[in-house]
């Protein structure tokens, strides 16, 4: 656990207690453990992990340079038995099937920007879910490739987004991706 002594100070990562933080040390060792216990032994191996890519946002139905890259980090990415699979891991304190449309400008995000790099497209995609309950366990679940009604939608929300900074307009649109937003805060106090 030395090793990562540096990053927890790096990252000011404060814990109230040394209890707490052995705590929350051995829940990811557990989730760790419960991973690749259930991994298939003939899984793929990996093409990417934790990917940075970038690609220009270019509506593929009119071809439009939207003017700005689309950025995203892909978990892991594997040469499935039918093609390349695209999968985010989520952490989850309990168990459920994972709504596919609260995922999908994440899903398409990341099938947009595999797309734009490898020249073909995914077979799928999917959530592997670490449920943090007293025995830890891991959930897989599959979601088809995306299609081009995907991909308008992903532009329509795209373009909504930018036609409001144009208009100096904020548009309250909270969702999974605030638990990741530094203004968060800023938000939440937001009284419209």
């Given at each position: 656990?030395?090793?990562?002594?540096?990053?927890v100070d790096e990252e000011e990562m404060?814990?109230?207690?040394?209890?707490?933080?052995?705590?929350?040390?051995?829940?990811?060792?557990?989730?760790?453990?419960?991973?690749?216990?259930?991994?298939?032994?003939?899984?793929?191996?990996?093409?990417?992990?934790?990917?940075?890519?970038?690609?220009?946002?270019?509506?593929?139905?009119?071809?439009?340079?939207?003017?700005?890259?689309?950025?995203?980090?892909?978990?892991?990415?594997?040469?499935?038995?039918?093609?390349?699979?695209?999968?985010?891991?989520?952490?989850?304190?309990?168990?459920?099937?994972?709504?596919?449309?609260?995922?999908?400008?994440?899903?398409?995000?990341?099938?947009?920007?595999?797309?734009?790099?490898?020249?073909?497209?995914?077979?799928?995609?999917?959530?592997?879910?670490?449920?943090?309950?007293?025995?830890?366990?891991?959930?897989?679940?599959?979601?088809?490739?995306?299609?081009?009604?995907?991909?308008?939608?992903?532009?329509?929300?795209?373009?909504?987004?930018?036609?409001?900074?144009?208009?100096?307009?904020?548009?309250?649109?909270?969702?999974?991706?605030?638990?990741?937003?530094?203004?968060?805060?800023?938000?939440?106090?937001?009284?419209?």
């Amino acid at each position: 656990m030395e090793r990562w002594a540096g990053l927890v100070d790096e990252e000011e990562m404060r814990f109230d207690s040394p209890a707490e933080e052995q705590a929350l040390q051995k829940q990811a060792m557990d989730l760790v453990a419960a991973y690749l216990a259930q991994v298939p032994a003939d899984e793929p191996k990996p093409l990417a992990v934790e990917a940075a890519v970038e690609a220009p946002l270019i509506d593929p139905k009119t071809g439009e340079d939207l003017g700005m890259p689309l950025v995203g980090i892909m978990d892991l990415v594997l040469d499935g038995h039918d093609g390349p699979v695209i999968i985010d891991f989520k952490t989850s304190a309990r168990s459920t099937e994972p709504l596919e449309i609260v995922h999908e400008i994440q899903l398409t995000s990341y099938a947009y920007l595999f797309r734009h790099v490898e020249q073909r497209p995914e077979a799928s995609l999917e959530i592997r879910s670490l449920i943090k309950t007293k025995t830890a366990k891991v959930e897989f679940h599959a979601y088809p490739a995306r299609t081009e009604v995907h991909f308008a939608r992903l532009f329509a929300v795209l373009r909504e987004y930018l036609d409001a900074l144009d208009a100096g307009r904020f548009n309250f649109r909270p969702g999974f991706g605030c638990g990741m937003c530094d203004f968060r805060s800023q938000c939440s106090r937001w009284s419209g």
